[in-house]
T-cell receptor, first 116, second 111 residues
């Protein structure tokens, strides 16, 4: 089944404790991105990757890191989480870059993160 | 500044009626616009894409219009059903390789 998977789905942690949220897609998509979703603010892009070893900042990259060593995986790293990073996180992938048409985004199921 | 606006208030309609959701944008010139459906606690699911040179697009009970002069897209669900209850998001290309999403409008269809 074609899908984007994320782990963990739920995470409660404390300020400053490094964590990684994994994301994997099995559709051979070039483009992957991370979003956070907060009430009233909608989905905001954190980082995106156009292909292996090519990543760039989205609109809210502060406090996050990513890497794209393999085409299928795009982990999100919080080196020192803070309470303002409490949010619902989504990984997404698409066949082409966002500037191409027919760029349907496939989203993962989400990771609900709470930083105490 | 660049903005995408969707009605933040929930839209409540009766089953069988047509639901119309609005997406307005400013200071963008998108080549296309997308609509997604999001159910509580789940990731958004792609529904439709409409290009700037298309006035209207249909898919089953869904219809999307795109007016680049008004900078507005309308999303219609005809013969709405309770199963259509969800939050609907619009998205457009807001910069180099960036897809920008509106905050979404929650639709509630009552039997």
């Amino acid at each position: 089944e074609a899908q984007v998977t994320q782990n963990p789905r739920y995470l409660i942690t404390v300020t400053g404790k490094k964590l990684t949220v994994t994301c994997s897609q099995n559709m051979n998509h070039e483009y992957m991105s991370w979003y956070r979703q907060d009430p009233g603010l909608g989905l905001r892009q954190i980082y995106y990757s156009m292909n292996v070893e090519v990543t760039d900042k989205g609109d809210v990259p502060e406090g996050y890191k990513v890497s794209r060593k393999e085409k299928r995986n795009f982990p999100l790293i919080l080196e020192s989480p803070s309470p303002n990073q409490t949010s619902l996180y989504f990984c997404a992938s698409s066949l082409f870059w966002a500037d191409e048409s027919d760029n349907e985004q496939f989203f993962g199921p989400g990771t609900r993160l709470t930083v105490l | 500044s660049q903005k995408i606006e969707q009605n933040s208030e929930a839209l409540n309609i009766q089953e069988g009626k047509t639901a119309t959701l609005t997406c307005n944008y400013t200071n963008y010139s998108p080549a296309y616009l997308q609509w997604y459906r999001q159910d509580p606690g789940r990731g958004p699911v792609f529904l439709l894409l409409i290009r700037e040179n298309e006035k209207e697009k249909r898919k089953e009970r869904l219809k999307v219009t795109f007016d680049t002069t008004l900078k507005q897209s309308l999303f219609h669900i005809t013969a709405s059903q309770p199963a259509d209850s969800a939050t609907y998001l619009c998205a457009l290309v807001g910069g180099y390789n960036k897809l920008i999403f509106g905050a979404g409008t929650r639709l509630a269809v009552h039997p």
